[in-house]
């Protein structure tokens, strides 16, 4: 008697992971959100004048984007005028180390 079972089956990514990165990348804006929010840079004005050619709506629609993935959060005060901040959440952290590790090794790759 042949045993047909198959010891090893093709692998695919994480889907909800894999979609977050593949977004990211899509977005040139968000790896330097994520550096704004490093340097404490959290208020959407103060992200557009921090940043040559970001406008306010394609900020907004990178914003969006990583708070729906849970990458970021969004802080309303009440407040007038309205103060609206933005931090990165615990998931977000271990995401962005993530990137980072992607870097490191993008950098062993051209060494």
Known sequence: MINNEKLFSRSSPPEKSA???ESVFRCK??????QLLAENINRPGEMV???????????NDCLRKNIEFGILKRIE???VPPKVEYVVTPLGEKFIR?????KELQGEMNA
Do not use: A, P
């Open 49 to 59: 004048r921090s940043v040559e050619g970001l406008s306010t709506k394609v900020l």
């Open 19 to 21: 979609r977050m990165l």
């Open 98 to 102: 993530i990137l980072d590790q992607l």
């Open 77 to 79: 005060y009440n407040e």
């Open 29 to 34: 804006w968000s790896l330097t959100v994520y």
